[in-house]
């Protein structure tokens, strides 16, 4: 679904979070992708802080840093607002409506869902189809952020001589992605009801899709960066040589039973809760077929054998890239070790193919 933007190809998906920015840009022959260009850069310390831009210039630095590296091509930009950042809400319409008189239709009502002021408010909708207890209306779905949260994210972009045609919902960019995953997952991920945990540095997103399509989601606050600060407290280090000991290793002996083992504990627990408060929101939900485990902590070693023997459920860890070809250029930059961190960046890049 694209959101408060027009379809343009080709586009940078571009994920930023507290941590970095990264940005792939792709293309597609037939049905098979290709990684053109891909880089990934931090940002400054401070500057997005829960998911929200504070200093739109500085981040603007790291995209262009990012896009100069990479040697990507596409000037146009998909990004991607929290699920937290956004309202979303199916709501009916009679299917009589034309197109005009629907978008004057869906804000009238927009404005009974959005607790904010509408001058506030950017929204956009997306027919879903006919809804299926009367065929006389339609299922429309209806999205709407602040509209601050919008422009903070084309600032940053401007800042980095780019263009924003597209501002997605997370949520919505990782059910694009998933069809990326399909190839894990049996039946190709029809008839299965699956969960994925996509592991960031500051926040985790656990998302039950059936079909392919997102049914549940809960943020929490829980990533990388814990993992981080225990190096730094256990060890003296900076925020700086603690992310790369995290990523290179090279820490003392006691670096896994004492630091690494407990966050991975923790980091079950958080899946197990997540799973219980699934199961408890109602409408017959039934456990998960399988866990899909991505983010940059997807790559601990044994971490997705230790989630599958303390929930019960087969986990992987989930590689959006594994169908791909890849380019000599995405390669030079480490696309491969990066990629169970890309199924946000991915999910924005495919709506260059919507």
């Known amino acids: 679904m694209v959101l408060f933007g027009k379809k343009t190809q080709p586009l940078l998906g571009l994920d930023i979070t507290t941590s970095s920015v990264k940005l792939i840009e792709l293309s597609r022959s037939g049905k098979r992708y290709r990684v053109e260009s891909y880089s990934a850069e931090p940002t400054p310390p401070s500057s997005v802080s829960e998911k929200a831009i504070v200093d739109a210039k500085a981040v603007g630095e790291a995209i262009r840093r990012a896009v100069k590296r990479a040697g990507a091509k596409a000037t146009d930009v998909a990004v991607a607002i929290s699920g937290d950042a956004a309202i979303t809400k199916v709501i009916q319409m009679p299917s009589s409506l034309s197109e005009r008189d629907l978008e004057g239709q869906v804000e009238i009502q927009a404005d009974q869902y959005i607790p904010f002021p509408m001058e ?9 189809g006919p809804n299926e207890q009367d065929p006389e ?5 209806l ?14 972009v401007s ?23 399909s190839h894990q997952i049996p039946d190709g991920g029809m008839g299965q009801s699956v969960a994925v945990v996509d592991i960031g540095a500051s926040s985790t997103t656990f998302s039950v899709l059936s079909d ?4 549940y989601t809960r943020d929490f606050n829980f990533g990388g960066q814990q993992l981080t600060e225990e190096i730094m407290r256990t060890y003296g280090l900076s925020m700086e040589d603690a992310g790369r000991a995290k990523k290179q290793g090279g820490l003392p002996s006691n670096y896994q039973p004492e630091v690494l083992e407990p966050f991975i504990d923790d980091m079950t627990q958080q899946v197990s809760r997540s799973l219980q408060f699934y199961l408890a929101s109602g409408g017959g939900r039934e456990q998960p077929d399988m866990i899909l485990v991505c983010g940059g902590c997807a790559n601990i070693p044994g971490i997705s054998d230790v989630i599958s023997s303390r929930v019960g459920i087969p986990t992987e860890v989930g590689d959006p890239l594994g169908q ?13 070790k990066d990629a169970t961190a890309l199924l946000t960046a991915c999910g924005l890049a495919l709506r260059s193919f919507d």
């Open 159 to 181: 800042a980095a001589g780019l263009a924003t045609q597209v501002v997605d919902v997370e949520a919505f960019a990782l059910e694009n992605a998933c069809q990326l995953l």
């Open 324 to 336: 791909m070809k890849i380019s000599s250029k995405a390669k030079s930059q480490g696309v491969h």
């Open 137 to 141: 209306l339609l299922d429309v779905l």
């Open 143 to 156: 999205v709407a952020t602040r509209t601050d949260n919008v422009d903070q994210r084309q600032s940053a």
């Open 212 to 215: 392919l399509k997102v049914v």
């Open 120 to 128: 506030e408010v950017s929204f956009d909708y997306e027919i879903v």
